[in-house]
């Protein structure tokens, strides 16, 4: 049987690892900040000059820029599209727009900035530290490997192809399915697709949201991972903590 070890540690083991994918699996800081600046650009340009820099106050907050950077717990790096659409929406309303004309507004900003994002950000996201070679020591081991996130399945199996790691992953669950993060029942649903037992799981990631929802669910062993960020991630939930996949090593004991 393969042991987790943290920083020579024993801390458990598990027959299948379920990783969050941006700022976990892929360094994905840059392509976030260049969506959040692109969003509240196009937001600005659809108000009257006087309401602009009110406006970029309330979206820089609301996404969590902090001196042009994200900030690691901020919206915009941990929220879905929806729950960050709803925060561009009431940032709108703000400043005296309608809910209604608030809400298609966004909609439409949305869905500009998502090809503008996707020609600025052409690039596909580098990987976090050693994770590439952890990824293949849990196929070594026999553990399933499988990715959640907030992303589309369409980015998630582009960015595993890219870094040659879709082979190694066995299951994925986007934010095309339902329910998504961070509903402790995608977790159900895995676990049942895997015929596993909750307990015998265990999820790694940078944000709180998705190591509360493992804990709810009853996942065997819940890891925070700060090292994917320029800015320190600080996180409160989960029962271990590192920032370097070297820390973290998969074992077999027998």
Partial sequence: MAFLYLRREIIGHAKAVLLDKDGTISYSQPNIEILAHLRIFHCQQSVTRKQRHKLKQLLSTAYGLCQMEVIPMSAIAVASRHHNLISTTTAFCQIGTSWSH????????????????????????????????????????????????????????????????????????????????????????????????????????DADTDLYMAEKAGIGLVLGYTGGWTTKNILHFGSYQFDDWSELEVIDDL
């Fill in 102 to 205: 608030a809400l298609k507004e966004s909609s439409t900003i949305f869905q500009l900035t998502d090809k503008y994002h996707r020609d600025a950000s052409h690039f596909v996201d580098n990987t976090t530290g050693l994770i590439l070679p952890w990824i293949k020591s849990l196929h070594n081991q026999g553990i399933i490997c499988g990715v959640i996130s907030n992303d589309t399945k369409t980015a998630i199996w582009q960015f595993l192809r890219h870094h040659e790691l879709d082979s190694f992953v066995r299951i994925v669950w986007s934010a095309n399915q339902q329910p998504s993060k961070p509903d402790p029942k995608i977790l159900y649903h895995i676990c049942d697709i895997l015929q596993l037992q909750p307990v015998e799981c265990a999820v790694i990631s």
